[in-house]
Each structure stands twice: as C-alpha cells, then as structure tokens.
C-alpha cells in the first residue's frame, strides 16, 4: 500500500463579513476519506474526522486566515482508482473547491493537503 | 437449526440427487461470473491489463489493444462522481451502471488475430440492515485511522490494509446479488483485423443469498456458450448451457459443500450431470476428518464415497474452510 501526496493552495473570499462560514467536505466516487483541519499558527487541531456542517466562525474573523486541510482518500471502490473531494465552504467564493486524481494501485491512498487562504 | 438437523437436510439432498444419471468434470466454479469475462472467452492470461480511468486514457489504451494487449474499465467512473459517496454506493439496490465492467483483450500471431470483448454488470445487490451496520461499523475504523495528519497514516497502513480488505470481503458478499455478463470472440485466419469473423460467445448468469449471521450460503449460476460462424465444428460441447446450484455451510469446527452442475449439450442434444458433496469436521488443532461423495465420471454411474483424516504436525492454527 502506497501514499500519493499532493500539496495545493486555494484563495476564498469571504463574501459575507456578518455570518459564519460553515465547512462540509464530500468524498465521492465511492471511496472512504476523512480529515484533520488546523489554522495555521493554532497549536491545536480545528477538527478531525468527516466534515458535515462544520462552524468556521464569523466570516470577518477568519479574513487574514489560513486553515489547512489534510485530507487522506483511500481507494476501496475497486471499481476505480480514481479519487475525488469537493469543499464547500458557505459565504465564500469560490463556494466549492473540486479535488480530483488517482492513485497508482488498487488500494493505495491519497493524502492532499490544501491550504485555504482567506480574504 | 442446529448442525446436525442441516447435515440430515443436506444428506437427504444428496440421496435424491444421486438418482440423476451421469456425471462429467464440470465444477461449480467454472460456472462462475469471471471477473474479466472479454479475457476469459480468448483463453489468454495477459500479464498486463491497463485500466483506464479517463476518455483520453482510454484512446490510448484501445490504441495499445489493437496491437495485442488487454484493457478493463468501468465507463461510469470516466467522469468524477463528486456526489457519490460510500454510503450511497452500499445503499444502491439497483447499481446498474457503478458495477458495469467492460473487458477487452487481443492476441497477435503471425498467422492469426483475435479479439474478445466481454461486459460484467450487477443489476441487483442487497445488504440486510444488519450487515450495512457491519460495513458501517469497519468503514468508521478506517476512517478514525485515516484522520490523522502523514506522519500518523504512516503508522496506520498495515491496519487500513487489512480492515480494507475485511471490507471489501463483505462488500463482495451482499445479502443478495444478481449478475449477468457477456463476452464476444472474434479470430482471423490473418494477422489483420480485416479478416475478423465470430468465433464464439457467452453468457453467465449468477445469483447469491447470503443471509446475514446464517450459516448457509445459496447460489444458483447458469452459463450459455457457444462456437459461431462458418468454421464453428458441430462437435460435443461446442454449444451448451449449463446451470447448478450451489449450497455451503460453515461454523467453528464443521463446513461443508454441496452443489450439483447439469450440462445440456445442445450441438447433440444430450444431458449429463455431476454431483458432489464434502465435509469437514475440526477434532482438534492437529485432527480434521474429512468425507466425499461424488458422482463425477463420465458414462459411469458409480458413486465415490471417501471418508478419511487429515494429521497436521505444524503448530499453526487448522482451519476447516
């Protein structure tokens, strides 16, 4: 069993300064993911595990911030290698961050680590 | 139903079938679904098969197939299915177009080309409530093993590996499943494609019922071939269907297998059919006792009884299945 890696930065605007932006990431094509999210320069873990409806906190506290997302998808469809992620991150734009590649061998894993810079 | 009632059950299941006449080395496993059937129908072994997951891949791939290779694919995945989650993939009752499987090989002599396309699809599959509490059950391990940052998943593989497999194994085996495959044979008499003519087809047809925490297994399998075309030899088993049932128990200490195959020759218009039955029981780590009946030759209407025991030295752990 192998790990691929990928690293990514994406830039979100926070369009809606007043109200909380609230996080769900969905892995598709079948296979299993789950993540570990960290603010840069926070000592500790945001949030582990799957992502469902999370609260980020108000849109104007996170402008500056940089949340890092560490997403590890292992290939069980065997069906195909392919590997698929979407962040939708609400009162921001882009709202949705596609992810999507595959690993070498059935079975392997892919681990991206994508850091969300925003503005 | 205790052990002992199923093994009355089964014994007077062989009685009855032992009435039918001749048997032939048909086993239940050839009547088997198989994986790549476009493969299968060719008889090649490719060493190499390149799965596409891509339309781009795929021009390349088919490139590749006409100069002699092998290609598997599941078109449905061409496409990312950012919405297609796990759950909804063990919820789908009917995954007719997520379990489609296309199967292509070629072989290249200097005399002769051939080309098999085969299609595996499972338009039924059903897992009882108990058993997706199960699969959900090991997918939040891997889960709790995947949420951890790349030094952590590091440490965590050999256990994803092996509760991936685990599930897996489950997957493979719903409540109930049905599926159907095809497969085409095209040769030529040359080494062109210009030439190509049918040779063969084939279908299968398999269905399971694996209830949940019950120790019996049901299958039934049937399988269609046939040699086509001008050159197609009108000789035995150059068309037939065959079907058979198939019905296994297993426990601790006890399992054993029962299935039964018929063979309708329709080139000759002639039957023939062939019955078995094993049986395992685990005395202690070092001890099983085994038994056979079989109806198994050809033209002979004799019955093969064979009751024995298995003497293990090593150390490690016997298993009866």
């Known amino acids: 069993m192998q790990v691929k890696t990928r690293d990514d930065t994406k830039n979100l605007t926070v369009s809606n300064l007043s109200s909380n932006v609230i996080l769900t990431i969905t892995i598709g094509n079948a296979q299993l993911g789950a993540n570990v999210l960290q603010f840069k320069g926070a000592p500790d873990v945001f949030a582990k ?17 940089t949340l890092n997302i560490i997403t590890n998808i292992l290939d ?30 059935d079975g392997d894993i892919f681990s991206v680590s994508t850091d969300f810079i925003f503005s | 139903m205790t052990a002992k009632r199923i093994c009355s059950v089964l014994l007077l299941v062989i009685g009855a079938c032992s009435a039918f006449g001749q048997t032939d080395s048909i086993s239940i496993n050839d009547l088997t679904i198989p994986t790549s059937p476009g493969l299968i129908l060719s008889g090649s072994s490719p060493t190499t098969i390149e799965r596409p997951s891509n339309p781009k891949m795929l021009s390349l791939s088919l490139l590749n197939l006409l100069g002699g290779s092998a290609i598997e694919f599941n078109p449905y995945y061409f496409k990312p299915r950012y919405a297609f989650s796990f759950e909804d993939y063990a919820k789908q009752k009917f995954p007719l177009l997520s379990t489609i499987g296309i199967s292509a090989a070629t072989t290249r002599t200097d005399t002769s080309t051939s080309l098999s396309v085969g299609v595996r699809v499972q338009p039924v599959r059903i897992f009882s409530q108990a058993k997706l509490k199960e699969v959900d059950s090991i997918k939040q391990h891997i889960l709790d093993l995947l949420a951890v940052g790349r030094t952590g998943l590091a440490q965590n593989l050999a256990a994803i590996e092996k509760l991936n497999d685990s599930l897996r194994n489950i997957m493979a085996k719903p409540t109930f499943d049905i599926e159907l495959a095809g497969a085409y044979l095209g040769a030529s008499p040359t080494n062109t494609y210009k030439d190509l003519g049918a040779k063969k087809w084939g279908a299968w047809l398999n269905m399971m019922w694996n209830p949940h925490r019950f120790p019996l297994t049901f299958v039934a399998l049937a399988r269609y071939s046939t040699l086509i075309g001008p050159g197609a030899p009108n000789a035995k088993d150059s068309a037939y269907f065959d079907y058979g049932l198939s019905l296994s128990y297993t426990a601790t200490r006890l399992d054993f297998s029962a299935e039964f195959v018929e063979r309708h020759d329709l080139s000759y218009d002639g039957s023939y059919h062939r019955f078995t039955f094993a049986g395992n029981f685990l005395i202690n780590s070092n001890i099983v006792l085994v038994a056979s009946i079989g109806k198994n030759f050809d033209k002979v209407n004799n019955i093969l009884t064979v009751l024995g025991a298995k003497f293990g030295l090593s150390k490690e752990k016997v298993k009866t299945n």
């Open chain 1, 49 to 65: 595990g799957t992502i469902t409806n999370l609260d980020l906190g108000p849109g104007l506290a996170l402008r500056g911030k």
């Open chain 1, 76 to 105: 069980h469809n065997p069906s195909t290698n392919g590997v698929v992620a979407t962040y939708f991150f609400s009162g921001c734009t882009p709202s949705a961050s596609l992810f999507s590649d595959t690993v070498d061998n």
